[in-house]
């Protein structure tokens, strides 16, 4: 019964958003008799509380925490590619975002803000990384993820500066962009005495992967200094 509730319900939402979500378009769906909907639910909003609930973690399960050796720009790429992607597979996510953003109640900002609460690490972890740059990473994150964010949920009204997220060579235009502009970040972020060291490893032949995984500058930078 629970399963069939919830299917009904991911139909429903996928077709129509959670704004036009019903209780009884739920049990219309899931053929059910209203009693064994609120045998469960005390209402929709208690339902819609339930369901979202599975959502609560999403932006951790894109935000993984990353191998041993991994250079801080892959990671960085890597959490902005994968945002993007899990994000475009994610119909359900797309509509609670949406619903998120048009609807202010108790549920809409629990998950906003439990996202939020999953951020806040990795914000900390690369602004201590460019804290001695004058790249302001936090607010520079917050514009990238916002974009991502903005050109999927738009992408179904009309196209964006050119670009049809629906084509996927649109698609993959973007995710060499994001890596281009991570490219251009990690550039103001190494510091004079860790170029020294790579610069002086060069020297002594050692491996460019190897001297990116101890300095963590990138291999497209370690080429040109």
Known sequence: MEKSILEAATTLIEKGGFSR??????MQKAEIEPVQFYRRYKDLDAFIDEYVKKFDYWF???VK???SGENNQTYYEDILCNLFNSLWDNKIMQELLRWEIATDNETSRRTAQLREFHTLPLCQRFADLF???DTDIVAVSALLVGGIYYMILHHRVSAFSGMDLSREQDRERLLK???HLSGLLFQDCVQPSVIKIAVAMKKDAVPLEKISGYTGIPIQILEKI
């Open 65 to 67: 925490v990353p191998v």
């Open 177 to 179: 962009a994001i890596k």
């Open 60 to 62: 951790s399960g894109v």
């Open 131 to 133: 804290s001695d740059s």
């Open 21 to 26: 979500l019903t209780t009884t378009g739920i």
